[in-house]
């Protein structure tokens, strides 16, 4: 059986959600005071499933502060991951590399499998959109080989499944979105399950199986709606649109037509686009800035030490051309005084010898 959703219910439910969500991110703003940095991490990790990159930069830069503040290195490696993950997520491919960069010069110095885990997961997205599928596939095999974490295991099912299906291996692709719709994650349950759904319907639709490609979008769509993850309603209306033509069932999918234009109107419109853009290339500066900061304090750093180290230089070299100074004329001093005495005893013997002849 094929589920249906009324044009009219369906853009009720996403108003009823949008204005929900921006009445609890003022009240989230206003009342809650976030010492924790686990607690950053949470919220950057709702508003991302909530496709609200702007309000997870925001957040994921506060954990990041509060990282090196307390001199948490584990947990500036994990914000750096994050932001690539996000950063990706906008295409900023350029950056989230450099984000990754920063994350990899840190692993060097501590032991972190967690961290070198997600590393790999994050090296392993870009080398999928780069189309190196192959090698992607090795990267994650690498990934798990390092860590057992259950929310990094899900989010590596679910991008090999993504990328099995790219490679028309649907077998093994179909039972890792599977295991995914059924799962324990205490994070992000509902989003996993929304993905696989969505998987299985871009799979299902490939080798031309229609039914259980519009029964998986239905399913997805009423878990998109249900926990406002926004790309996935867009994503779901998307495919149900073209499922339901492929059925013959044209009416459906004009319903689902309009519902993908009039989302894309309300929810990514130009001023999300440009609010995102905003608040990632601010975000974005102010680290390089700082970090240009730090390396220039670390040089005039050295160069203090520099300085120091050459005064200290010329003061010995000083104290050593003094003790030499002094030296030598200790050494005359004591020559001219043996001279004199010598001088002396010749003289006193003189004058005996000349006192003796008189006498």
């Given at each position: 059986?094929?589920?249906?959703l009324s044009?009219?219910?369906l853009?009720?439910?996403?108003?009823?959600?949008?204005?929900?969500?921006?009445?609890?991110?003022?009240?989230a703003?206003?009342?809650?005071?976030?010492?924790?940095?686990?607690?950053?991490?949470?919220?950057?990790?709702?508003?991302?499933?909530?496709?609200?990159?702007?309000?997870?930069?925001?957040?994921?830069?506060?954990?990041?502060?509060?990282?090196?503040?307390?001199?948490?290195?584990?947990?500036?490696?994990?914000?750096?991951?994050?932001?690539?993950?996000?950063?990706?997520?906008?295409?900023?491919?350029?950056?989230?590399?450099?984000?990754?960069?920063?994350?990899?010069?840190?692993?060097?110095?501590?032991?972190?499998?967690?961290?070198?885990?997600?590393?790999?997961?994050?090296?392993?997205?870009?080398?999928?959109?780069?189309?190196?599928?192959?090698?992607?596939?090795?990267?994650?095999?690498?990934?798990?080989?390092?860590?057992?974490?259950r929310?990094?295991?899900?989010?590596?099912?679910?991008?090999?499944?993504?990328?099995?299906?790219?490679?028309g291996?649907?077998?093994?692709?179909?039972?890792?979105?599977?295991?995914?719709?059924?799962?324990?994650?205490?994070?992000?349950?509902?989003?996993?399950?929304?993905?696989?759904?969505?998987?299985l319907?871009?799979?299902n639709?490939?080798?031309?199986?229609?039914?259980?490609?519009?029964?998986?979008?239905?399913?997805?769509?009423?878990?998109?709606i249900?926990?406002?993850?926004?790309?996935?309603v867009?994503?779901?209306?998307?495919?149900?649109?073209?499922?339901?033509?492929?059925?013959?069932?044209?009416?459906?999918?004009?319903?689902?037509?309009?519902?993908?234009?009039?989302?894309r109107?309300?929810?990514?419109?130009?001023?999300?686009?440009?609010?995102?853009?905003?608040?990632?290339?601010?975000?974005?500066?102010?680290?390089?800035?700082?970090?240009?900061?730090?390396?220039?304090?670390?040089?005039?750093?050295?160069?203090?030490?520099?300085?120091?180290?050459?005064?200290?230089?010329?003061?010995?070299?000083?104290?050593?051309?003094?003790?030499?100074?002094?030296?030598?004329?200790?050494?005359?001093n004591?020559?001219?005084?043996?001279?004199?005495?010598?001088?002396?005893?010749?003289?006193?013997?003189?004058?005996?010898?000349?006192?003796?002849?008189?006498?």
């Open positions: 059986m094929i589920f249906k044009h009219i219910k853009l009720s439910v996403l108003i009823a959600l949008t204005f929900g969500t921006m009445l609890q991110n003022i009240h703003q206003d009342s809650i005071l976030q010492k924790d940095i686990s607690s950053y991490f949470a919220q950057a990790r709702i508003y991302k499933n909530k496709n609200q990159i702007d309000l997870a930069l925001e957040s994921l830069n506060k954990a990041s502060k509060e990282a090196e503040k307390k001199e948490d290195v584990k947990a500036l490696i994990d914000s750096y991951h994050e932001f690539a993950i996000l950063y990706l997520k906008l295409d900023k491919e350029d950056t989230a590399e450099f984000y990754l960069d920063r994350a990899k010069v840190l692993l060097k110095d501590v032991e972190y499998p967690y961290g070198n885990a997600i590393y790999r997961y994050i090296e392993a997205k870009l080398l999928y959109k780069r189309g190196n599928d192959y090698q992607a596939i090795y990267m994650l095999i690498e990934a798990e080989q390092l860590n057992n974490d929310n990094f295991f899900n989010n590596k099912l679910l991008l090999e499944g993504t990328i099995y299906t790219s490679l291996k649907y077998d093994i692709a179909t039972k890792n979105f599977n295991s995914l719709l059924v799962n324990t994650d205490i994070y992000e349950k509902d989003y996993l399950a929304t993905r696989a759904h969505l998987g319907t871009t799979l639709y490939k080798i031309d199986k229609f039914v259980e490609s519009a029964i998986n979008a239905e399913n997805a769509l009423r878990l998109a249900k926990n406002g993850f926004y790309k996935e867009l994503e779901a209306n998307e495919q149900l649109t073209k499922v339901y033509e492929a059925l013959g069932q044209y009416d459906i999918a004009l319903k689902h037509n309009r519902n993908l234009l009039q989302i109107d309300t929810l990514f419109n130009i001023e999300k686009i440009k609010s995102e853009a905003k608040t990632a290339e601010k975000i974005d500066v102010n680290f390089k800035s700082d970090l240009i900061k730090q390396q220039d304090q670390t040089i005039e750093d050295l160069n203090e030490s520099k300085n120091k180290s050459e005064l200290t230089a010329i003061l010995a070299s000083a104290f050593l051309i003094i003790i030499s100074l002094l030296a030598v004329s200790l050494y005359r004591n020559q001219i005084k043996l001279k004199t005495n010598d001088l002396l005893q010749t003289k006193n013997n003189e004058l005996q010898l000349a006192r003796d002849a008189a006498v």
